[in-house]
């Protein structure tokens, strides 16, 4: 299992510029995430997912948008990227909660996002 | 409201040394409680997780962490320190599916 991939691993936008930040999952999970990481604010959650056709938000959604069509895939749309979406941003998924599973969240390598 | 606590955004052990890293959370978060690490540009990985089994847990890379209910703690430690254990350390807390992450605690250790 490739577990959660994310690309593009590395991306510079101009203010106004949109893009995709693609997220993939190949274990089955339920619940999907998308979270972005500031120098000495920890993880902070944008959106998140509990299956197929759900989202919702989460701390910080402004300026972000969600889409769940499958089980795989989770991508985020930053539409009119700002300087202050300067951030690394990690997808995340876990599986549905049950006997034996304490919702263990498995995280991608990252998307590194500078917005200049 | 639920938060999770880390004390020390920044720690320093000489290598062999023991680390504690400190995690408080509110009682008003679910009795899910993990402990992730990041090394440098890459995502988390687990350490260790409380299932409620056991209040004394075991992870990888000789890690352990000990749920304190009376005391809404869980500390992160480690006997001996290597050097290969920099890195920075997350706890997080959480229900059904969501989790609440403290803001990290950079693990450095000296030669």
């Known amino acids: 299992n490739a577990g959660v991939t994310q690309t593009p691993k590395f991306r510079i936008l101009k203010i106004g510029q949109s893009m995709t930040l693609q997220c993939t999952q190949d274990m089955n999970h339920n619940y999907m995430y998308w979270y972005r990481q500031d120098p000495g604010m920890g993880l902070k959650l944008i959106y998140y997912s509990v299956g197929a056709g759900i989202t919702d938000k989460g701390e910080v959604p402004n300026g972000y948008n969600v889409s769940r069509s499958t089980t795989e895939d989770f991508p985020l749309r930053l539409e009119l990227a700002a300087p202050s979406q300067t951030s690394v941003y990690f997808c995340?998924?876990?599986?549905?909660?049950?006997?034996?599973?304490?919702?263990?969240?498995?995280f991608g390598p990252g998307t590194r996002l500078t917005v200049l | 409201a639920q938060s999770v606590t880390q004390l020390g955004s920044h720690v320093s052990v000489s290598e062999g040394a023991l680390v504690l890293l400190r995690c408080n959370y509110s009682?008003?978060?679910?009795?899910?409680l993990f402990w992730y690490v990041q090394y440098p540009n890459q995502g988390l990985q687990l350490l260790l997780k409380?299932?409620?089994?056991?209040?004394l847990v075991k992870g990888i890379n000789g890690f352990e962490a000990e749920f304190k209910k009376s005391e809404t703690s869980f500390h992160l430690t480690k006997p001996s320190a290597h050097m290969s254990d920099a890195a920075e350390y997350f706890c997080?807390?959480?229900?059904?599916?969501?989790?609440?992450f403290g803001t990290g605690t950079r693990l450095k250790v000296l030669a």
């Open positions: 997080a807390g959480g229900g059904a599916y969501k989790y609440i």
């Open positions: 995340a998924s876990s599986p549905l909660a049950g006997k034996g599973s304490y919702n263990e969240q498995f």
């Open positions: 409380y299932t409620s089994a056991a209040t």
């Open positions: 009682s008003s978060v679910p009795p899910y």
